[in-house]
T-cell receptor, first 114, second 111 residues
Framework: EAQVTQNPRYLITVTGKKLTVTCSQNMNHEYMSWYRQDPGLGLRQIYYSMNVEVTDKGDVPEGYKVSRKEKRNFPLILESPSPNQTSLYFC?????????????FGPGTRLTVT | QQQVKQSPQSLIVQKGGISIINCAYENTAFDYFPWYQQFPGKGPALLIAIRPDVSEKKEGRFTISFNKSAKQFSLHIMDSQPGDSATYFCAAKAAGNKLTFGGGTRVLVKP
């Protein structure tokens, strides 16, 4: 089954404690992206990757890091989480080119930072 | 600064009615306009999409209307059903695969 998986699905942590949210896709997609979803603000892009070892900032990259060492994996790293990073996070993947408007989303990770 | 503005934030419609969600954009470089549907506890999923050289696209009960000169596009859900209750996001794609999303509309269809 074609899918994007994220782990963990739920996470409660404290300010300053480093965490990683994993993302993996099995569709051999070149493009992967991380979004955060907040009420009234829709989905805002944090970081994206056009392919292995190619990453770039999205609209709200502050406080986040990513890496793309393998095509299927695109982890999101919060090195020193703060309460304003409490949010619902989604990983997505897509083919490149004209088909890139069709992004496949993971199930989401709800993060609470206290 | 939101490049894609979506309204309303929420709407309630009776079963069988028409749901209409509107979006406006500013960047004329956008080259594709998809709509995503999200059910509670799930990630968004592509519902329907339109290119800017097409004025209307219909798939089943879902229709996108596109007005290039006004830089607006809308989603119409005909014969709305309780199963259509979800959050809907409009989006716009620019070169380089980047999607910019609207703020979302929560639709509730009452039986």
């Amino acid at each position: 089954e074609a899918q994007v998986t994220q782990n963990p699905r739920y996470l409660i942590t404290v300010t300053g404690k480093k965490l990683t949210v994993t993302c993996s896709q099995n569709m051999n997609h070149e493009y992967m992206s991380w979004y955060r979803q907040d009420p009234g603000l829709g989905l805002r892009q944090i970081y994206y990757s056009m392919n292995v070892e190619v990453t770039d900032k999205g609209d709200v990259p502050e406080g986040y890091k990513v890496s793309r060492k393998e095509k299927r994996n695109f982890p999101l790293i919060l090195e020193s989480p703060s309460p304003n990073q409490t949010s619902l996070y989604f990983c997505a993947s897509s083919k490149g080119g004209l088909a890139s408007y069709e992004q496949y989303f993971g199930p989401g990770t709800r993060l609470t930072v206290t | 600064q939101q490049q894609v503005k979506q309204s309303p934030q929420s709407l309630i419609v009776q079963k069988g009615g028409i749901s209409i969600i509107n979006c406006a954009y500013e960047n004329t470089a956008f080259d594709y306009f998809p709509w995503y549907q999200q059910f509670p506890g799930k990630g968004p999923a592509l519902l329907i999409a339109i290119r800017p050289d097409v004025s209307e696209k219909k798939e089943g009960r879902f229709t996108i209307s596109f007005n290039k000169s006004a830089k607006q596009f809308s989603l119409h859900i005909m014969d709305s059903q309780p199963g259509d209750s979800a959050t809907y996001f409009c989006a716009a794609k620019a070169a380089g695969n980047k999607l910019t999303f609207g703020g979302g509309t929560r639709v509730l269809v009452k039986p």
